[in-house]
């Protein structure tokens, strides 16, 4: 299976709460998660990304989570700000199928409520 | 960061003509364009893969005819819609490949294009 599931399909946050997306896939040769925000009528821009040899990387109030056993990985907004009000969109690749298209999940509408 | 712009950013045609987007990489070169529809409040879908010097590789479901892609360059890649009809009206992305293990793809603004 090439699918990545995403979900909540949309999440309401409190200005300074945590956002927490998750995604979830079933192809173990997937060797490249990235994350992506896009506001609207844009094009999407790439957040930050994780390989499988690690299982947390940060940057700024960006977290991914990643769980290999689990086939798992989640994206944290820390201090999450109105401004950071946007769709956001993980994906899966891996450089031996079709050479490393992207698989994207649903799409999560995140509105941070001042 | 890679930069990858897309020209015009909005198009508005009446139906039968063609419409040709650019895609360019301006601070990289990219081996591998991805063009992609997006519908409001839907995920990104596939169109094509353009490879610089070779024939698109087609999602199953996209017509080719009418779906026209051209890598000419490391840094350019067309996608034309020919004799486009207002259900062809969507948001049109492509994103550029950089050369390097991580298969990172930087995405350009989009392109609305509506057709009457």
């Known amino acids: 299976q090439q699918q990545v599931k995403q979900s909540p399909q949309s999440l309401i946050v409190q200005k300074g709460g945590i956002s927490i997306i998750n995604c979830a896939y079933e192809?173990?040769?997937?060797?490249?998660f990235p994350w992506y925000q896009q506001f609207p009528g844009k094009g999407p821009a790439l957040l930050i990304a994780?390989?499988?040899?690690?299982s947390e990387k940060k940057e700024g109030r960006f977290t991914i989570s990643f769980n290999k056993s689990a086939k798992q990985f989640s994206l944290h907004i820390m201090d999450s700000q109105p401004g950071d009000s946007a769709t956001y969109f993980c994906?899966?690749?891996?450089?031996?199928?079709?050479?490393?298209?992207?698989?994207f999940g649903q799409g999560t509408e995140l509105s941070v409520k001042p | 960061g890679a930069v990858v712009s897309q020209h015009p950013s909005r198009v508005i045609c009446k139906s039968g003509t063609s419409v040709k987007i650019e895609c360019r990489s301006l601070?990289?070169?990219?081996?591998?364009m991805f063009w992609y529809r997006q519908f409001p409040k839907q995920s990104l879908m596939l169109m094509a893969t353009?490879?610089?010097?070779?024939?698109?590789?087609?999602e199953q479901g996209v017509e080719k005819d009418k779906f026209l892609i051209n890598h000419a360059s490391l840094t350019l890649s067309t996608l034309t819609v020919t004799s486009a009809h207002p259900e062809d009206s969507s948001f049109y992305i492509c994103?550029?490949?950089?050369?390097?293990?991580?298969?990172?793809?930087?995405f350009g603004p989009g392109t609305r294009l509506t057709v009457l």
């Open positions: 994103s550029a490949r950089v050369r390097g293990p991580y298969n990172e793809q930087f």
């Open positions: 192809n173990t040769a997937f060797d490249y």
């Open positions: 994780i390989r499988p040899d690690v």
């Open positions: 994906a899966a690749s891996t450089e031996g199928y079709q050479g490393g298209k992207l698989i």
């Open positions: 601070d990289f070169q990219a081996t591998t």
């Open positions: 353009s490879n610089e010097g070779s024939k698109a590789t087609y």
